[in-house]
Nanobody
Framework: QVQLVESGGGLVQAGGSLRLSCAASGRTFSTYTMGWFRQAPGKEREFVARIIWGGGRTYYGDSVKGRFTTSRDNAKNTVYLQMDSLKPEDTAIYYC????????????????WGQGTQVTVSS
């Protein structure tokens, strides 16, 4: 069982930055692919980024590529999402998710989810 707790959300002006953190429980964090997803009101959950277990290869959704960066610190059981050049359309609840070993951009792949953290970008 893995428990995930996100933090770092808030209100920021367009063009600003935020860093989200997701702390995981358990002793096998390094074997999990960690994903970031977001959901805006009235919209479907959208893939944002993922970082693969092992080598830490990263993948990004088209809407955030070049602006967001995900990284992980296995010693701290934590994954991060650095969000730069934020836009009003980035406003959403952001979730981190975990799946042992390989996880794709499909939310259905992931077994464990955090409670979400609100990000609001004002224009």
């Amino acid at each position: 069982q893995v428990q995930l707790v996100e933090s770092g959300g808030g209100l920021v002006q367009a063009g600003g930055s935020l860093r989200l953190s997701c702390a995981a429980s358990g002793r096998t964090f390094s074997t999990y692919t960690m994903g970031w997803f977001r959901q805006a009101p009235g919209k479907e959950r959208e893939f944002v980024a993922r970082i693969i277990w092992g080598g830490g290869r990263t993948y990004y959704g088209d809407s955030v590529k070049g602006r967001f960066t995900t990284s992980r610190d296995n010693a701290k059981n934590t994954v991060y999402l650095q969000m730069d050049s934020l836009k009003p359309e980035d406003t959403a609840i952001y979730y981190c998710a975990a799946r042992q070993y390989y996880g794709s951009a499909n939310a259905g792949d992931y077994n464990y989810w955090g409670q979400g953290t609100q990000v609001t970008v004002s224009s």
